[in-house]
């Protein structure tokens, strides 16, 4: 297989600097006014810097897990076409803040199953433009011109939380609860210079909350597969403890592939924290049978809510056994960083801020 290189910069998470030459005041406020309103624009330029400008919003949200869907695409698109629809019209109820495909995207690669598979997907940003979503490639989907037809960069183009692709793996960053993410998809096999470019990608946004989206990764028995391994602890040119275990921002790792039972585990990374590993993979089940796997983060009670959903079946719409239907405890601040909540100095420059437009104004 021939190998395509796709890089763009990796955009970063900055609130961006200032400089006190761009302040404006005008010049009939002189005197100690003039260096309060200095004072308050720095105070502003201060909080934008500390990430304080926004108040934390802890409201829970959803991230979406689409499994392997190659038997919808190739027999039953009606069956991924509700999937769609369901998304894209509860994105508001769900508060769905990304949508992880986990590969397998066709039965045959052929032209017409990834056209069928490309075809549902992007009615995602047609019809709930700006939800960030992601793909990768399965095992059965390694014919690369028409997976890079399909779903490659240049078919992101001008989406914002598009972040950039390297031979058939990307990334997406996306915001929620009051929090920047990185989803990280990383194509089934991923060769060694693949692993370095995902941690290229962590190390130009360093603390960003990250989750690995993959193909094979956990055994539907428990542990990992030896693709797993190579993912969670591979020796790399930019991290010798690999990409999940050498990175504490790596909280969550979701993946398909192994159709037996879903598992979900919990490993701990090198600096102590907890991973916490998920497989979904419903193709075995009615070839699928329309089933999603919502994980809603909810900050509040320090709880993602894992549970599984079809909007296809309408007789079993959810699968509640324990593997099915979960809770993961997490402490979210502990995990992920805590959001710094506005100051008093910040309120006090917000409004600084509306004295000066005004004063503006009366000046004017």
Not at 104 to 127: E, G, H, M, V, Y
Not at 299 to 311: A, F, G, K, M, Q
Not at 320 to 334: G, P
Not at 357 to 362: D, G, L, Y
Request: proline fraction near 5%; charge should be negative; aromatic fraction near 10%.
């Amino acid at each position: 297989m021939n190998t395509m290189t796709v890089t763009t910069e990796h955009p970063k998470f900055d609130a961006g600097g200032f400089s006190t030459d761009a302040l404006w005041l005008p010049s009939s406020f002189g005197g100690a006014t003039s260096k309060f309103l200095s004072l308050v624009l720095i105070s502003v330029a201060v909080c934008l810097v500390m990430g304080v400008s926004s108040v934390h919003a802890a409201s829970p949200f959803t991230i979406i897990g689409v499994p392997d869907i190659e038997n919808e695409t190739q027999d039953y698109p009606v069956m991924l076409q509700s999937q769609v629809d369901w998304i894209v019209n509860n994105r508001a109820s769900q508060n769905i803040a990304f949508v992880a495909q986990q590969g397998d995207l066709t039965s045959l690669p052929t032209t017409d199953q990834f056209s069928t598979a490309s075809n549902k997907l992007f009615q995602i940003s047609s019809s709930a433009p700006g939800l960030p979503w992601g793909v990768l490639p399965g095992n059965h989907d390694f014919d690369r011109v028409n997976y890079i037809n399909a779903f490659g960069p240049s078919k992101f183009a001008g989406q914002s939380w598009y972040g950039g692709a390297y031979n058939d793996s990307s990334y997406q960053t996306f915001a929620a609860g009051g929090r920047n993410y990185l989803m990280i998809d990383v194509e089934y096999n991923p060769s060694v210079s693949v692993l370095d470019w995902a941690q290229s990608v962590i190390t130009a946004n360093p603390g960003i909350p990250t989750i690995i989206n993959t193909h094979d990764y956990l055994n539907s028995t428990g542990g990992r597969s030896s693709m797993g391994d190579l993912i969670f602890s591979g020796a790399l040119t930019g991290n010798p403890d690999g990409l999940v275990y050498g990175n504490s921002q790596v909280f969550m790792v979701l993946c398909g592939h192994n159709f037996s039972s879903p598992w979900n585990q919990t490993s701990i990374d090198k600096a102590g924290q907890p991973v916490f590993e998920n497989l979904a993979d419903y193709q075995n089940t009615n070839s699928g049978d329309g089933y999603l796997r919502l994980y809603q983060f909810d900050e509040t009670n320090s709880v993602i809510h894992v549970s599984t959903y079809s909007p296809y079946d309408a007789t079993t719409p959810y699968l509640t056994d324990s593997l099915n239907q979960f809770d993961i405890s997490m402490d979210f601040n502990a995990r992920l960083g805590v959001v710094p909540e506005p100051t008093i100095l910040c309120l006090l420059a917000v409004g600084g801020v509306a004295l000066l437009m005004r004063r503006r104004k009366v000046v004017g």
